[in-house]
């Protein structure tokens, strides 16, 4: 992880997922929520459920299903939904450079929100004020989110999403 994540987050919530629709469920909701500039990573294991998480969250801001892909082969996909979505995956990438490379900064605080899959990947792909979400096994389907929120404005969406 980055420095980001030896802060004090300004709100923390963890919610319990029994299934890949319960999770997509929760993605929906937050996908209703997102507005431009908001930042969401994503962390946890390989197949806890990220981009399953990031689908819902297409869903509920008005994404085409068509247009979601898992991004396998692009690092940085961008989504027309209610607001521009970009869905990154930072499993492969090389390191800072590249992902300089593919406009992901210009992005920061812009006309859409980002949701980036293996934050952890890149330390400088942190922005100080983000939401980070962090998924992890709990046995068969289940999963355990914990969402913890940096900044007034992802406290305010984290609020929203999961409970004041
Ligand atoms: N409670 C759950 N929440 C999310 N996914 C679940 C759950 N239970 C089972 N699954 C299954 O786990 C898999 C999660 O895959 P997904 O691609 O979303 O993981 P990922 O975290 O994005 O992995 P990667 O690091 O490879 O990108 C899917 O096959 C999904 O159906
Ligand atoms: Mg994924």
């Given at each position: ?18 299934s890949?629709?319960e ?7 937050l996908?209703?929520?997102?507005a ?6 994503l ?31 692009a690092?940085l996909?961008p ?16 390191g800072?450079?590249e ?5 992901f ?11 980036v899959?293996w934050?952890?990947r ?5 922005p100080?004020?983000?939401?980070l ?6 046995g ?10 940096y ?11 999961l409970?004041q």
């Amino acid at each position: 992880m980055g420095p980001v994540s030896r802060r004090l987050p300004d709100l923390e919530r963890e919610v319990a997922s029994g299934s890949a629709e319960e999770t997509f469920a929760l993605g929906e909701r937050l996908g209703r929520l997102l507005a431009p500039g908001d930042f969401v990573g994503l962390l946890g294991e390989l197949g806890t459920g990220k981009t399953q998480l990031v689908r819902g969250v297409a869903e509920g801001a008005g994404v085409p299903r068509k247009e979601v892909a898992s991004p396998s082969f692009a690092i940085l996909y961008p989504y027309r939904g209610r607001i521009p979505l970009y869905h990154a995956d930072l499993y492969r990438i090389s390191g800072y450079d590249e992902l300089y490379a593919t406009g992901f900064f210009e992005l920061w605080g812009g006309d859409g929100a980002l949701l980036v899959e293996w934050l952890d990947r890149v330390p400088e792909a942190s922005p100080d004020s983000l939401l980070l979400v962090e998924l992890a096994f709990a046995g068969d389907d289940h999963r355990t989110i914990q969402a913890r929120a940096y900044g007034a404005r992802p406290a305010e969406l984290l609020a929203a999403w999961l409970g004041q």
